[in-house]
């Protein structure tokens, strides 16, 4: 079955420092990924997606992220946070299954940002 | 225009009682999913309803669990003799439902804690 991998449960990073966050996917073909952002007491937003095309994707809010085939990997960054960056990121894959395309998520990684 | 809307936002009911929480999509909108985040299990997929098609039932954990949606539009999760593991954010989510790229637009959820 796929699957969706963030390694990294919580991650703590300066304002104005770089960001990556790690996400890996399980799937024989290329799935459809997204990055969807929780911010505390929120729903989920979208960040960006991918499913074709050119392999580093922009998103919202200055976020970019990188398919990479070769390491199964979705990788989302941004060169510089902001305080408002802390949330949750939440990796996510679509595998259409006729018709149901439901979201399978990574479980997560916590973004601190200190001062 | 609106966002997808849930309510309530917050429901505390006792062990065994019955709840229903409530999903308003965005208007047009013909696929729905419900979501449920929980500590343990993380967030994952519950039901899917696509126009008057059946339900994909295939992510509810139990029998206690059911959802209907009236006229392709609001949707009503109900969970009968609620036990405490039931505690968690559900959170509903809709899309145009054009393939597996479409964005899906999540609501704020409702937070039910079990007693």
């Known amino acids: 079955a796929q699957s969706v991998t963030q390694p990294d449960i919580h991650i703590t990073v300066s304002e104005g420092a770089s960001l990556e966050l790690r996400c890996n996917y399980s799937?024989?073909?290329?799935?459809?990924l997204f990055w969807y952002v929780q911010s505390p007491g929120q729903g989920l937003q979208l960040l960006l997606k991918?499913?074709?095309?050119?392999?580093l994707v922009q998103g919202i809010k200055g976020f970019e992220a990188e398919f990479k085939r070769s390491q199964s990997s979705f990788n989302l960054r941004k060169p510089s946070v902001h305080w408002s960056d802390a949330a949750e990121y939440f990796c996510?894959?679509?595998?259409?299954?006729?018709?149901?395309?439901?979201?399978?998520f990574g479980t997560g990684t916590r973004l601190t940002i200190i001062p | 225009g609106a966002g997808v809307s849930q309510s309530p936002s917050n429901k505390v009911t006792e062990k065994g009682k019955d709840v229903e929480l409530r999903c308003d999509p965005i208007?047009?909108?013909?696929?729905l999913y419900w979501y449920r985040q929980s500590l343990g299990q993380g967030l994952e997929f519950l039901i899917y309803f696509q126009g008057n098609s059946a339900p994909d039932k295939s992510g509810l954990p139990s029998d206690r669990f059911s959802a209907e949606r009236t006229g392709g539009s609001v949707s009503t999760l109900t969970i009968q003799r609620t036990q405490q593991e039931d505690s968690a954010v559900y959170l509903c989510?809709?899309?145009?439902?054009?393939?597996?790229?479409?964005?899906?637009?999540f609501g704020p959820g409702t937070r039910l804690l079990v007693l």
């Open positions: 799937y024989g073909a290329t799935p459809y």
């Open positions: 989510a809709s899309s145009t439902q054009r393939g597996p790229q479409e964005t899906q637009y």
């Open positions: 208007s047009g909108h013909t696929a």
């Open positions: 991918y499913f074709s095309g050119d392999t």
């Open positions: 996510a894959v679509v595998i259409s299954n006729f018709g149901n395309e439901k979201l399978t």
